[in-house]
């Protein structure tokens, strides 16, 4: 396969194929539990629900796509308006995803298949670097030039840090 994951208490583990094929093995019995046709191409990236019951993937495109592992289901796609999906990522139990791309930083409600938040850096910044803190209040992101401080409240942005990255934050 060209990418395997694990689940993320190691229940399953998941592998991408060339053959768009992205296919699931319960881990304990080496069952394989689901295998879904994916048209976008073969996953580079995948994150698993932390309830296991969903997939998040992305490939080339701009395009990440959310499953449901026990039926094989394409729930929805998102589309990001710039490149490709770098790091993707389920939070509050696959309510929420964090997406980055090269040039910025996503927040998507999986439900509506909407953004919530987006930080976009300008073109002498890439990201490099992207965390989200487990209750969606603190956005940090690194770029070449600056780190930055995101503390957000619901869906707006409370207050905004930045600084050089010579700048430490401990």
Do not use: C
Not at 28 to 33: A, E, H, I, Y
Not at 36 to 61: E, R
Not at 100 to 111: C, F, G, L, S
């Amino acid at each position: 396969g060209n990418l395997e994951s694990w689940s993320v208490n190691s229940q399953f583990v998941v592998g991408s194929y060339n053959d768009k094929t992205i296919r699931v093995w319960e881990n304990s019995t080496g069952k394989l539990v689901s295998e879904i046709k994916d048209s976008l191409g073969p996953s580079k990236t995948i994150s698993f629900s932390s309830d296991n019951k969903f997939l998040l993937t992305s490939s080339n495109h701009t395009a990440a796509s959310i499953w449901k592992i026990d039926n094989n289901n394409l729930l929805r796609n998102l589309e990001s308006n710039s490149s490709y999906f770098r790091f993707i990522k389920f939070f509050k139990n696959g309510e929420i995803a964090l997406f980055e791309t090269d040039n910025e930083v996503w927040i998507w409600d999986i439900e509506n298949g909407k953004p919530i938040f987006s930080v976009p850096s300008d073109n002498t910044r890439s990201v490099d670097d992207s965390m989200l803190s487990e209750d969606i209040s603190m956005l940090f992101i690194k770029t070449r030039k600056k780190k930055q401080v995101k503390l957000l409240e619901g869906n707006a942005l409370v207050l905004d840090f930045e600084e050089d990255n010579d700048y430490r934050l401990d």
